[in-house]
DNA sequence: TCCCAAATCTCATTTTGTGAGATTCGCGTT
DNA sequence: AACGCGAATCTCACAAAATGAGATTTGGGA
Protein backbone atom coordinates (compact mmCIF):
# COMPACT_ATOMS: atom_id res chain seq x y z
CA UNK A 1 0.00 0.00 0.00
CA UNK A 2 3.16 2.08 0.60
CA UNK A 3 3.85 4.63 -2.89
CA UNK A 4 7.15 5.61 -2.52
CA UNK A 5 6.81 9.03 -2.48
CA UNK A 6 5.66 9.70 1.48
CA UNK A 7 6.13 12.87 2.35
CA UNK A 8 3.92 13.84 -0.81
CA UNK A 9 1.09 11.55 0.40
CA UNK A 10 1.51 13.44 4.08
CA UNK A 11 1.77 17.28 2.70
CA UNK A 12 -1.30 16.44 0.29
CA UNK A 13 -2.93 14.95 3.52
CA UNK A 14 -2.45 17.78 5.15
CA UNK A 15 -5.27 19.27 2.83
CA UNK A 16 -7.90 16.72 4.20
CA UNK A 17 -8.09 18.67 7.75
CA UNK A 18 -9.89 21.41 6.30
CA UNK A 19 -13.60 20.71 6.18
CA UNK A 20 -16.99 22.46 6.48
CA UNK A 21 -16.41 23.02 9.99
CA UNK A 22 -13.06 24.08 10.33
CA UNK A 23 -11.36 25.97 7.56
CA UNK A 24 -9.02 27.72 9.91
CA UNK A 25 -5.93 25.78 11.13
CA UNK A 26 -2.71 26.97 12.59
CA UNK A 27 0.74 25.38 12.49
CA UNK A 28 0.36 24.16 16.23
CA UNK A 29 -3.12 22.71 15.62
CA UNK A 30 -1.38 20.79 12.67
CA UNK A 31 1.04 19.34 14.62
CA UNK A 32 -1.00 18.45 17.16
CA UNK A 33 -3.23 16.80 14.61
CA UNK A 34 -1.11 15.02 13.02
CA UNK A 35 1.78 14.36 14.79
CA UNK A 36 4.58 15.95 13.11
CA UNK A 37 7.40 17.54 14.46
CA UNK A 38 7.65 21.14 14.33
CA UNK A 39 10.32 21.95 11.72
CA UNK A 40 8.38 19.29 10.01
CA UNK A 41 4.94 20.77 10.02
CA UNK A 42 6.83 24.44 8.86
CA UNK A 43 8.44 22.52 5.94
CA UNK A 44 4.87 20.83 4.60
CA UNK A 45 2.89 24.38 5.36
CA UNK A 46 5.58 26.38 2.86
CA UNK A 47 5.82 23.96 0.57
CA UNK A 48 1.83 24.12 -0.06
CA UNK A 49 1.88 28.00 0.50
CA UNK A 50 4.16 28.37 -2.49
CA UNK A 51 2.43 26.58 -4.57
CA UNK A 52 -1.13 28.43 -3.51
CA UNK A 53 -2.81 25.87 -1.92
CA UNK A 54 -2.82 27.59 1.42
CA UNK A 55 -2.84 31.14 2.31
CA UNK A 56 -2.20 32.92 5.56
CA UNK A 57 -4.95 34.14 7.38
CA UNK A 58 -4.48 36.90 10.16
CA UNK A 59 -1.58 36.48 12.16
CA UNK A 60 -1.37 32.85 12.57
CA UNK A 61 -4.06 30.99 10.93
CA UNK A 62 -4.04 28.79 7.47
CA UNK A 63 -6.92 28.25 5.04
CA UNK A 64 -7.17 26.93 1.47
CA UNK A 65 -5.22 29.19 -0.84
CA UNK A 66 -6.14 30.73 -4.38
CA UNK A 67 -4.76 27.89 -6.36
CA UNK A 68 -7.90 25.91 -5.45
CA UNK A 69 -9.95 28.52 -6.36
CA UNK A 70 -7.88 29.09 -10.14
CA UNK A 71 -7.79 25.35 -10.79
CA UNK A 72 -11.85 25.29 -10.45
CA UNK A 73 -12.03 27.98 -12.79
CA UNK A 74 -9.27 26.16 -15.66
CA UNK A 75 -11.90 23.43 -14.99
CA UNK A 76 -15.17 25.27 -15.37
CA UNK A 77 -14.35 27.16 -18.19
CA UNK A 78 -12.50 24.48 -20.22
CA UNK A 79 -14.75 21.92 -19.58
CA UNK A 80 -17.09 21.30 -22.39
CA UNK A 81 -19.50 19.27 -20.21
CA UNK A 82 -19.96 22.09 -19.02
CA UNK A 83 -20.26 24.66 -21.37
CA UNK A 84 -22.57 22.80 -22.96
CA UNK A 85 -24.62 21.88 -20.43
CA UNK A 86 -25.94 24.88 -18.61
CA UNK A 87 -28.40 25.94 -21.17
CA UNK A 88 -29.51 22.47 -21.39
CA UNK A 89 -29.82 22.21 -17.60
CA UNK A 90 -31.85 25.80 -17.36
CA UNK A 91 -34.30 24.81 -20.10
CA UNK A 92 -34.88 21.75 -18.09
CA UNK A 93 -35.31 23.72 -15.07
CA UNK A 94 -37.83 25.73 -16.95
CA UNK A 95 -39.89 22.22 -17.66
CA UNK A 96 -41.02 22.29 -13.77
CA UNK A 97 -40.34 23.02 -10.61
CA UNK A 98 -37.63 21.46 -9.17
CA UNK A 99 -33.42 20.92 -8.59
CA UNK A 100 -31.97 19.94 -11.64
CA UNK A 101 -28.15 18.98 -11.58
CA UNK A 102 -24.93 17.76 -13.91
CA UNK A 103 -23.11 14.97 -12.22
CA UNK A 104 -19.63 14.18 -13.19
CA UNK A 105 -18.33 10.66 -13.02
CA UNK A 106 -15.09 10.31 -10.90
CA UNK A 107 -15.13 6.14 -11.10
CA UNK A 108 -15.03 5.87 -7.41
CA UNK A 109 -16.66 9.39 -6.65
CA UNK A 110 -19.94 11.30 -8.45
CA UNK A 111 -19.53 15.46 -7.53
CA UNK A 112 -22.34 17.53 -8.59
CA UNK A 113 -20.40 20.00 -11.17
CA UNK A 114 -23.44 22.59 -11.79
CA UNK A 115 -27.05 23.15 -10.91
CA UNK A 116 -29.86 25.12 -11.37
CA UNK A 117 -32.51 25.48 -9.35
CA UNK A 118 -36.57 26.66 -10.18
CA UNK A 119 -38.35 24.90 -7.26
CA UNK A 120 -39.59 27.45 -5.08
CA UNK A 121 -38.22 26.11 -1.58
CA UNK A 122 -36.27 23.18 -2.98
CA UNK A 123 -35.92 19.92 -0.48
CA UNK A 124 -31.99 19.01 -0.93
CA UNK A 125 -29.40 21.63 -2.46
CA UNK A 126 -26.59 20.28 -4.78
CA UNK A 127 -24.41 23.12 -5.55
CA UNK A 128 -21.32 22.61 -7.88
CA UNK A 129 -18.57 20.88 -5.30
CA UNK A 130 -20.64 18.65 -3.38
CA UNK A 131 -20.36 14.99 -3.28
CA UNK A 132 -22.86 12.43 -4.10
CA UNK A 133 -23.62 9.20 -2.75
CA UNK A 134 -22.33 6.61 -5.15
CA UNK A 135 -24.46 3.64 -4.50
CA UNK A 136 -27.77 5.17 -4.38
CA UNK A 137 -29.94 7.38 -6.44
CA UNK A 138 -31.00 7.67 -9.68
CA UNK A 139 -27.73 9.40 -10.96
CA UNK A 140 -25.98 6.29 -9.82
CA UNK A 141 -27.83 3.83 -11.46
CA UNK A 142 -28.03 5.77 -15.02
CA UNK A 143 -24.04 5.71 -14.85
CA UNK A 144 -23.92 2.31 -13.87
CA UNK A 145 -26.58 1.01 -15.92
CA UNK A 146 -24.76 1.60 -19.25
CA UNK A 147 -21.17 0.63 -18.16
CA UNK A 148 -19.38 -1.63 -20.33
CA UNK A 149 -19.50 -5.25 -18.92
CA UNK A 150 -16.42 -5.45 -17.46
CA UNK A 151 -16.43 -2.18 -15.08
CA UNK A 152 -20.21 -2.64 -14.19
CA UNK A 153 -19.14 -6.17 -12.80
CA UNK A 154 -16.65 -4.17 -10.84
CA UNK A 155 -18.47 -1.32 -9.63
CA UNK A 156 -21.06 -3.49 -8.28
CA UNK A 157 -18.74 -5.78 -6.74
CA UNK A 158 -17.02 -2.64 -4.76
CA UNK A 159 -20.73 -1.39 -3.53
CA UNK A 160 -22.67 -4.77 -3.10
CA UNK A 161 -23.97 -3.92 0.15
CA UNK A 162 -25.86 -0.96 -0.67
CA UNK A 163 -27.00 -2.51 -4.15
CA UNK A 164 -28.50 -5.65 -2.47
CA UNK A 165 -29.86 -3.48 0.14
CA UNK A 166 -32.03 -1.13 -2.89
CA UNK A 167 -33.47 -4.38 -3.83
CA UNK A 168 -31.73 -4.77 -7.22
CA UNK A 169 -30.48 -8.50 -6.90
CA UNK A 170 -28.52 -11.19 -4.54
CA UNK A 171 -25.36 -11.93 -6.86
CA UNK A 172 -23.42 -9.96 -8.88
CA UNK A 173 -25.10 -11.23 -11.70
CA UNK A 174 -28.65 -10.68 -10.74
CA UNK A 175 -27.63 -7.25 -10.29
CA UNK A 176 -25.82 -6.53 -13.44
CA UNK A 177 -29.10 -8.20 -15.03
CA UNK A 178 -31.06 -5.92 -13.35
CA UNK A 179 -29.40 -2.68 -14.62
CA UNK A 180 -29.21 -3.63 -17.85
CA UNK A 181 -32.74 -4.34 -17.98
CA UNK A 182 -32.98 -0.74 -16.66
CA UNK A 183 -31.12 0.22 -20.22
CA UNK A 184 -34.12 0.09 -22.06
CA UNK A 185 -36.52 2.11 -19.77
CA UNK A 186 -34.97 5.31 -20.69
CA UNK A 187 -34.04 7.80 -17.50
CA UNK A 188 -33.92 6.08 -14.76
CA UNK A 189 -36.15 6.58 -11.78
CA UNK A 190 -35.89 6.48 -8.01
CA UNK A 191 -37.84 7.82 -5.24
CA UNK A 192 -36.40 9.15 -1.96
CA UNK A 193 -33.13 7.33 -2.13
CA UNK A 194 -31.63 10.14 -1.52
CA UNK A 195 -33.96 12.59 0.01
CA UNK A 196 -37.45 11.51 1.32
CA UNK A 197 -40.01 13.06 -0.75
CA UNK A 198 -38.49 13.66 -3.33
CA UNK A 199 -38.12 11.58 -7.20
CA UNK A 200 -35.03 11.54 -8.98
CA UNK A 201 -34.87 11.19 -12.73
CA UNK A 202 -31.59 10.46 -14.12
CA UNK A 203 -29.52 10.31 -17.54
CA UNK A 204 -26.42 9.10 -18.45
CA UNK A 205 -24.25 11.47 -20.82
CA UNK A 206 -21.57 9.68 -23.02
CA UNK A 207 -17.99 10.64 -24.41
CA UNK A 208 -17.11 10.23 -27.50
CA UNK A 209 -15.75 6.68 -26.97
CA UNK A 210 -19.60 5.78 -25.82
CA UNK A 211 -18.47 5.71 -21.80
CA UNK A 212 -20.89 7.40 -19.31
CA UNK A 213 -18.98 10.50 -18.31
CA UNK A 214 -22.08 12.33 -16.47
CA UNK A 215 -25.65 12.09 -15.64
CA UNK A 216 -28.17 14.51 -15.84
CA UNK A 217 -30.71 14.56 -12.90
CA UNK A 218 -33.86 16.26 -12.17
CA UNK A 219 -35.16 16.03 -8.56
CA UNK A 220 -38.42 17.25 -8.02
CA UNK A 221 -40.42 16.93 -5.22
CA UNK A 222 -43.29 14.06 -4.77
CA UNK A 223 -46.38 16.03 -4.05
CA UNK A 224 -46.02 18.26 -7.26
CA UNK A 225 -45.61 15.41 -9.76
CA UNK A 226 -48.35 13.21 -11.55
CA UNK A 227 -47.51 10.03 -13.54
CA UNK A 228 -48.11 12.14 -16.91
CA UNK A 229 -45.69 14.54 -16.13
CA UNK A 230 -43.24 12.32 -14.61
CA UNK A 231 -43.10 10.32 -18.34
CA UNK A 232 -43.09 13.84 -20.21
CA UNK A 233 -40.12 15.04 -18.16
CA UNK A 234 -38.42 11.36 -18.02
CA UNK A 235 -38.72 11.87 -21.98
CA UNK A 236 -37.05 15.58 -22.00
CA UNK A 237 -34.23 14.71 -19.66
CA UNK A 238 -33.36 11.19 -21.46
CA UNK A 239 -33.13 13.97 -24.99
CA UNK A 240 -31.16 15.84 -23.34
CA UNK A 241 -28.54 13.83 -22.00
CA UNK A 242 -28.68 12.75 -25.77
CA UNK A 243 -28.31 16.20 -26.56
CA UNK A 244 -25.31 16.46 -24.59
CA UNK A 245 -23.91 13.79 -25.75
CA UNK A 246 -23.86 14.50 -29.37
CA UNK A 247 -22.40 17.46 -28.39
CA UNK A 248 -19.16 15.75 -26.55
CA UNK A 249 -18.98 13.43 -29.43
CA UNK A 250 -19.11 16.20 -31.70
CA UNK A 251 -16.70 18.23 -30.41
CA UNK A 252 -14.12 15.52 -29.76
CA UNK A 253 -14.22 14.38 -33.69
CA UNK A 254 -13.94 18.56 -34.21
CA UNK A 255 -10.78 18.00 -32.42
CA UNK A 256 -9.80 15.26 -33.66
CA UNK A 257 -10.62 15.11 -37.24
CA UNK A 258 -9.41 18.16 -39.61
CA UNK A 259 -12.28 19.55 -42.08
CA UNK A 260 -15.87 18.07 -42.29
CA UNK A 261 -17.58 15.40 -43.20
CA UNK B 1 15.96 28.75 -1.80
CA UNK B 2 15.70 24.66 -1.82
CA UNK B 3 13.49 23.39 0.67
CA UNK B 4 13.66 20.25 2.06
CA UNK B 5 10.65 18.37 0.55
CA UNK B 6 11.19 18.59 -3.04
CA UNK B 7 9.53 15.86 -4.07
CA UNK B 8 6.26 17.36 -3.02
CA UNK B 9 7.27 20.30 -5.00
CA UNK B 10 7.77 18.50 -8.08
CA UNK B 11 4.49 16.54 -7.12
CA UNK B 12 2.38 19.49 -7.16
CA UNK B 13 4.32 20.96 -9.99
CA UNK B 14 2.69 18.63 -11.88
CA UNK B 15 -0.49 20.32 -11.97
CA UNK B 16 1.13 23.39 -13.36
CA UNK B 17 1.27 22.13 -16.84
CA UNK B 18 -2.68 22.32 -16.79
CA UNK B 19 -3.82 25.35 -18.60
CA UNK B 20 -6.44 26.77 -20.49
CA UNK B 21 -5.23 25.63 -23.48
CA UNK B 22 -3.90 21.93 -22.23
CA UNK B 23 -6.51 20.17 -19.71
CA UNK B 24 -5.40 16.37 -20.71
CA UNK B 25 -1.93 14.73 -20.22
CA UNK B 26 -0.58 11.07 -20.99
CA UNK B 27 2.10 9.82 -18.52
CA UNK B 28 4.58 10.08 -21.34
CA UNK B 29 3.87 13.52 -21.98
CA UNK B 30 4.18 14.29 -18.63
CA UNK B 31 7.68 12.43 -19.16
CA UNK B 32 9.06 14.45 -21.94
CA UNK B 33 8.02 17.68 -20.29
CA UNK B 34 8.83 17.44 -16.86
CA UNK B 35 12.25 15.44 -17.93
CA UNK B 36 11.49 12.54 -15.25
CA UNK B 37 11.22 8.93 -15.90
CA UNK B 38 9.08 6.54 -16.26
CA UNK B 39 8.68 5.31 -12.88
CA UNK B 40 8.77 8.65 -11.29
CA UNK B 41 6.04 10.13 -13.42
CA UNK B 42 4.17 7.04 -12.78
CA UNK B 43 4.42 7.25 -8.79
CA UNK B 44 3.49 11.15 -8.88
CA UNK B 45 0.73 10.16 -10.74
CA UNK B 46 -0.59 7.85 -8.47
CA UNK B 47 0.03 10.42 -5.40
CA UNK B 48 -2.30 12.86 -7.02
CA UNK B 49 -4.88 10.29 -8.52
CA UNK B 50 -5.10 8.87 -5.14
CA UNK B 51 -5.70 12.39 -3.33
CA UNK B 52 -8.35 13.00 -5.81
CA UNK B 53 -6.69 15.81 -7.98
CA UNK B 54 -6.27 14.24 -10.79
CA UNK B 55 -8.60 11.92 -12.80
CA UNK B 56 -8.74 9.85 -15.46
CA UNK B 57 -10.14 10.56 -18.92
CA UNK B 58 -9.91 8.41 -21.45
CA UNK B 59 -8.07 5.28 -21.50
CA UNK B 60 -4.36 7.66 -21.37
CA UNK B 61 -5.62 10.73 -20.59
CA UNK B 62 -5.33 12.93 -17.11
CA UNK B 63 -7.41 15.88 -16.13
CA UNK B 64 -7.71 17.57 -13.00
CA UNK B 65 -9.89 15.74 -10.73
CA UNK B 66 -12.68 16.06 -8.39
CA UNK B 67 -10.55 17.19 -5.45
CA UNK B 68 -10.20 20.55 -6.79
CA UNK B 69 -13.85 21.45 -7.21
CA UNK B 70 -14.26 19.70 -3.76
CA UNK B 71 -11.95 22.53 -1.88
CA UNK B 72 -13.57 25.12 -3.97
CA UNK B 73 -16.70 24.37 -2.50
CA UNK B 74 -15.62 23.81 0.67
CA UNK B 75 -14.21 27.12 0.54
CA UNK B 76 -16.99 29.14 -1.41
CA UNK B 77 -19.54 27.66 1.35
CA UNK B 78 -17.61 28.46 4.72
CA UNK B 79 -16.25 31.75 2.99
CA UNK B 80 -18.13 34.50 5.14
CA UNK B 81 -16.80 37.33 2.95
CA UNK B 82 -18.34 35.40 0.03
CA UNK B 83 -21.67 34.69 1.77
CA UNK B 84 -22.57 37.94 2.81
CA UNK B 85 -20.87 39.70 -0.67
CA UNK B 86 -23.43 38.39 -2.62
CA UNK B 87 -26.55 40.27 -1.55
CA UNK B 88 -24.44 43.01 -1.09
CA UNK B 89 -23.17 42.35 -4.90
CA UNK B 90 -26.20 41.88 -6.32
CA UNK B 91 -27.18 45.37 -4.87
CA UNK B 92 -24.29 47.44 -6.35
CA UNK B 93 -24.85 45.62 -9.87
CA UNK B 94 -28.45 47.07 -9.75
CA UNK B 95 -27.37 50.61 -9.45
CA UNK B 96 -25.68 51.68 -13.24
CA UNK B 97 -25.29 48.53 -15.86
CA UNK B 98 -21.59 47.36 -14.88
CA UNK B 99 -19.72 44.29 -13.81
CA UNK B 100 -19.34 44.27 -9.73
CA UNK B 101 -16.37 42.16 -8.79
CA UNK B 102 -15.63 40.74 -5.29
CA UNK B 103 -12.21 40.57 -5.14
CA UNK B 104 -9.68 38.27 -2.18
CA UNK B 105 -6.36 39.85 -1.58
CA UNK B 106 -3.28 37.05 -1.31
CA UNK B 107 -0.84 38.77 -0.46
CA UNK B 108 0.89 37.85 -3.86
CA UNK B 109 -2.06 37.69 -6.05
CA UNK B 110 -5.69 39.21 -6.81
CA UNK B 111 -8.15 36.61 -7.31
CA UNK B 112 -12.03 37.48 -8.38
CA UNK B 113 -14.15 35.57 -5.81
CA UNK B 114 -17.62 36.76 -7.16
CA UNK B 115 -18.92 38.72 -9.59
CA UNK B 116 -22.42 39.92 -10.88
CA UNK B 117 -22.82 41.57 -14.29
CA UNK B 118 -25.77 43.43 -15.14
CA UNK B 119 -24.21 45.48 -18.32
CA UNK B 120 -25.83 44.25 -21.28
CA UNK B 121 -22.09 43.79 -23.14
CA UNK B 122 -19.46 43.94 -20.45
CA UNK B 123 -16.45 44.64 -22.02
CA UNK B 124 -14.14 42.78 -19.31
CA UNK B 125 -15.18 39.75 -17.83
CA UNK B 126 -13.35 38.19 -13.91
CA UNK B 127 -15.77 34.87 -13.18
CA UNK B 128 -14.68 33.68 -10.10
CA UNK B 129 -10.97 32.07 -10.33
CA UNK B 130 -9.54 34.65 -12.56
CA UNK B 131 -6.80 36.46 -10.98
CA UNK B 132 -6.81 40.24 -11.51
CA UNK B 133 -3.27 42.02 -12.64
CA UNK B 134 -1.38 42.68 -8.93
CA UNK B 135 -0.43 46.51 -9.16
CA UNK B 136 -2.62 48.23 -11.71
CA UNK B 137 -6.63 49.41 -11.36
CA UNK B 138 -8.75 50.80 -8.67
CA UNK B 139 -8.69 47.17 -6.63
CA UNK B 140 -5.33 47.10 -6.80
CA UNK B 141 -4.57 50.69 -4.98
CA UNK B 142 -8.06 50.05 -2.74
CA UNK B 143 -5.51 47.79 -1.15
CA UNK B 144 -2.12 48.94 -1.04
CA UNK B 145 -3.34 52.45 -0.16
CA UNK B 146 -5.13 50.87 3.05
CA UNK B 147 -2.31 48.76 3.84
CA UNK B 148 -0.49 49.00 6.90
CA UNK B 149 2.55 51.00 6.80
CA UNK B 150 5.01 48.27 7.03
CA UNK B 151 3.77 45.92 4.73
CA UNK B 152 2.79 48.74 2.16
CA UNK B 153 6.11 49.50 1.59
CA UNK B 154 7.27 45.96 1.19
CA UNK B 155 4.76 45.51 -1.88
CA UNK B 156 5.39 49.24 -3.03
CA UNK B 157 8.87 47.50 -3.33
CA UNK B 158 7.97 44.33 -4.46
CA UNK B 159 6.30 46.35 -7.35
CA UNK B 160 7.52 49.85 -8.01
CA UNK B 161 8.16 49.91 -11.62
CA UNK B 162 4.23 49.01 -12.24
CA UNK B 163 3.46 51.66 -9.32
CA UNK B 164 6.00 54.39 -10.95
CA UNK B 165 4.58 53.64 -14.93
CA UNK B 166 1.40 54.61 -13.26
CA UNK B 167 2.76 58.05 -12.15
CA UNK B 168 2.45 57.45 -8.14
CA UNK B 169 5.81 58.54 -7.21
CA UNK B 170 9.24 58.14 -8.10
CA UNK B 171 10.88 56.71 -5.11
CA UNK B 172 9.10 54.77 -2.55
CA UNK B 173 8.52 57.42 -0.10
CA UNK B 174 7.41 59.29 -2.70
CA UNK B 175 4.50 56.60 -3.45
CA UNK B 176 3.71 55.79 -0.10
CA UNK B 177 2.54 59.32 0.36
CA UNK B 178 0.32 58.99 -2.72
CA UNK B 179 -1.20 56.32 -1.68
CA UNK B 180 -2.16 57.34 1.93
CA UNK B 181 -3.15 60.63 0.62
CA UNK B 182 -5.39 58.48 -1.57
CA UNK B 183 -7.06 56.96 2.08
CA UNK B 184 -9.11 60.03 2.13
CA UNK B 185 -10.89 60.42 -0.70
CA UNK B 186 -13.25 57.70 0.33
CA UNK B 187 -13.55 55.07 -3.06
CA UNK B 188 -10.46 54.60 -5.18
CA UNK B 189 -11.17 55.12 -9.18
CA UNK B 190 -8.84 54.10 -12.10
CA UNK B 191 -9.52 55.12 -15.91
CA UNK B 192 -8.81 52.41 -18.30
CA UNK B 193 -6.12 50.89 -16.32
CA UNK B 194 -7.00 47.12 -16.75
CA UNK B 195 -9.18 47.00 -19.70
CA UNK B 196 -9.53 50.40 -22.70
CA UNK B 197 -12.69 52.08 -22.07
CA UNK B 198 -13.74 51.10 -18.38
CA UNK B 199 -14.03 53.03 -15.13
CA UNK B 200 -13.33 51.24 -12.04
CA UNK B 201 -14.37 51.97 -8.52
CA UNK B 202 -13.20 50.00 -5.85
CA UNK B 203 -13.50 49.92 -2.09
CA UNK B 204 -11.30 47.96 0.06
CA UNK B 205 -12.95 45.57 3.03
CA UNK B 206 -11.40 45.05 6.08
CA UNK B 207 -11.36 42.12 8.23
CA UNK B 208 -11.73 42.22 12.26
CA UNK B 209 -8.12 42.80 12.65
CA UNK B 210 -8.84 45.94 10.27
CA UNK B 211 -6.23 44.65 7.49
CA UNK B 212 -7.64 44.42 4.35
CA UNK B 213 -8.57 41.50 2.96
CA UNK B 214 -10.43 42.23 -0.21
CA UNK B 215 -12.31 44.75 -2.39
CA UNK B 216 -15.65 45.49 -4.17
CA UNK B 217 -15.27 46.37 -7.57
CA UNK B 218 -17.97 48.26 -9.83
CA UNK B 219 -16.44 48.23 -13.70
CA UNK B 220 -18.75 50.76 -15.87
CA UNK B 221 -18.36 51.65 -19.69
CA UNK B 222 -17.37 55.02 -20.15
CA UNK B 223 -19.61 56.47 -21.96
CA UNK B 224 -22.32 55.54 -20.13
CA UNK B 225 -21.13 57.40 -16.79
CA UNK B 226 -21.37 61.34 -15.91
CA UNK B 227 -19.42 62.80 -13.19
CA UNK B 228 -22.44 63.41 -10.91
CA UNK B 229 -23.10 58.88 -11.41
CA UNK B 230 -19.69 58.59 -10.74
CA UNK B 231 -19.79 60.49 -7.06
CA UNK B 232 -23.25 58.47 -6.24
CA UNK B 233 -21.91 55.49 -7.11
CA UNK B 234 -18.36 55.85 -5.61
CA UNK B 235 -20.44 56.40 -2.27
CA UNK B 236 -22.83 53.54 -2.64
CA UNK B 237 -19.04 51.47 -3.59
CA UNK B 238 -17.48 52.45 -0.12
CA UNK B 239 -20.43 52.57 1.71
CA UNK B 240 -20.77 48.95 0.48
CA UNK B 241 -17.38 48.01 1.80
CA UNK B 242 -17.89 49.09 5.17
CA UNK B 243 -21.11 47.35 5.27
CA UNK B 244 -19.12 44.30 4.23
CA UNK B 245 -16.33 45.19 6.27
CA UNK B 246 -18.89 45.30 9.69
CA UNK B 247 -20.30 41.95 8.84
CA UNK B 248 -16.70 40.34 9.11
CA UNK B 249 -15.99 41.84 11.48
CA UNK B 250 -19.11 41.10 13.69
CA UNK B 251 -18.86 37.71 12.83
CA UNK B 252 -15.31 37.26 14.31
CA UNK B 253 -16.58 38.68 17.33
CA UNK B 254 -19.47 36.55 17.93
CA UNK B 255 -17.02 33.85 17.30
CA UNK B 256 -14.35 34.61 19.64
CA UNK B 257 -16.39 37.01 22.40
CA UNK B 258 -19.14 34.32 24.12
CA UNK B 259 -22.16 35.91 24.84
CA UNK B 260 -22.80 40.32 23.69
CA UNK B 261 -21.72 42.80 24.32
C1' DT C 1 12.88 49.89 23.38
C1' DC C 2 12.13 45.33 25.32
C1' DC C 3 9.82 40.79 25.30
C1' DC C 4 7.81 36.57 24.00
C1' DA C 5 5.88 33.40 21.01
C1' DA C 6 6.08 31.99 16.41
C1' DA C 7 8.85 30.69 12.66
C1' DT C 8 13.28 29.36 10.72
C1' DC C 9 17.84 27.45 10.60
C1' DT C 10 21.77 23.82 11.36
C1' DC C 11 23.49 19.56 10.72
C1' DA C 12 24.17 14.62 11.79
C1' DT C 13 21.39 10.58 10.99
C1' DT C 14 18.86 7.37 8.34
C1' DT C 15 14.83 6.91 6.16
C1' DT C 16 13.00 7.35 1.44
C1' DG C 17 12.73 8.38 -3.15
C1' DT C 18 15.02 7.17 -7.40
C1' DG C 19 15.85 4.81 -11.89
C1' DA C 20 17.48 0.79 -15.05
C1' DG C 21 15.59 -3.00 -16.34
C1' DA C 22 12.47 -6.91 -15.95
C1' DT C 23 7.72 -8.04 -15.42
C1' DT C 24 2.88 -7.95 -15.47
C1' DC C 25 -1.36 -6.03 -16.90
C1' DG C 26 -5.12 -4.65 -20.02
C1' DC C 27 -7.13 -4.64 -24.09
C1' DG C 28 -7.88 -5.09 -29.03
C1' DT C 29 -6.82 -8.77 -32.80
C1' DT C 30 -6.51 -12.78 -35.15
C1' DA D 1 -9.52 -18.46 -26.57
C1' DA D 2 -4.65 -17.50 -27.25
C1' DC D 3 -1.68 -13.90 -29.07
C1' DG D 4 0.79 -9.51 -29.09
C1' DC D 5 1.39 -4.88 -28.28
C1' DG D 6 2.00 -0.84 -25.45
C1' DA D 7 1.02 0.95 -21.03
C1' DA D 8 1.67 0.55 -16.25
C1' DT D 9 3.88 -1.58 -12.31
C1' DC D 10 7.38 -3.99 -9.70
C1' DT D 11 12.33 -5.10 -7.87
C1' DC D 12 16.24 -3.74 -5.67
C1' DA D 13 20.80 -1.46 -4.92
C1' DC D 14 22.21 3.05 -4.35
C1' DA D 15 22.31 7.82 -3.50
C1' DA D 16 19.93 11.58 -2.31
C1' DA D 17 16.77 13.88 0.42
C1' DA D 18 13.68 14.29 4.36
C1' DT D 19 13.73 14.23 9.26
C1' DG D 20 14.02 16.16 14.13
C1' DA D 21 16.53 17.96 18.44
C1' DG D 22 17.98 21.98 19.66
C1' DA D 23 19.73 26.63 18.83
C1' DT D 24 18.59 30.91 16.61
C1' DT D 25 16.20 34.46 14.50
C1' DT D 26 12.10 37.05 13.42
C1' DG D 27 8.48 40.37 14.15
C1' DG D 28 4.38 42.06 16.25
C1' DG D 29 2.53 43.90 20.70
C1' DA D 30 3.40 46.25 25.39
Known amino acids: MSTGVGSA ?8 LFSEDRLEWTADEMMAELG ?30 PRVVELDFLMRKSDALLCAGGPILRDLSALHPSTVLLVRWYGNKLL ?16 RGRPMPLARGAISRAILAH ?6 LAKIEENLDDLRALGLGDTVEDIAETLRRLRKGGALIARGEVTDGVVGIAAPVFDATRAPVAALCMTID ?20 ETLSAVLTDMRIEDVVLGDL
Do not use: N
Open 9 to 16: ERILGILD
Open 36 to 65: YTRPTVYRYIKALKDAGFLAQVGPHGLTLG
Open 112 to 127: CVASEVSAPEPKSSYP
Open 147 to 152: LPRRQM
Open 222 to 241: RDTLDDAQLADLSGAIWRAG
